[in-house]
């Protein structure tokens, strides 16, 4: 037992010293631009989760898409709920998916078009349990943050395709 917690220390004094570290949402990207105008179209969840991140990277986050390099617009943030089996037996629930989706764009501020309108989406199911209604539910509720989680990354990893000249 001794050993095992010996060799777990020294794990991850290795990891720690060669400078390995988890990659997560806000993991080091490099970006090509310092001013930025976030515009939200039902979408205002996304749009303040990549604001905090892009303030938090040292980009500036502007008021109008006068003062921006870029103008960032995301539209149409939807989750939906949609039941895909029930029991031939018992009739009762056995699968959910869940659908998270949203739309961007990139424009420069003389509206050309830098990134053309796209679709994000992505699609998660799992088993419902009525016995286990608080644990089904709370699993709901943490695929909902995940899902969140990835459409943002994805939104950044898109931004950091976008180059232009700081100004």
Known sequence: MKSKISLLIIGVLFLSGCGFHLRGLDADITLYFQR????????????????????????????????AQIVVYLRNEKVKRRILSISSDSGKLEEIELHYRIEMEVR????????????????????????????????????????????VAQIMHRMQVIRIDNE
């Open 108 to 151: 420069k501020p003389d509206d050309t078009v830098i990134l053309e309108n796209q679709p994000i989406s992505l699609v998660r199911d799992y088993r419902y349990n009525e016995l286990a209604v608080l644990a089904t539910g709370a699993e709901e509720e943490m695929l909902h943050l995940e899902m969140f989680r990835d459409i």
């Open 36 to 67: 930025v105008h976030i515009r939200s179209v039902s979408a205002d969840a996304v749009a303040s989760e990549i604001k905090r991140i892009l303030i938090e990277d040292g980009l500036e986050v502007v008021q109008t898409a006068k003062e």
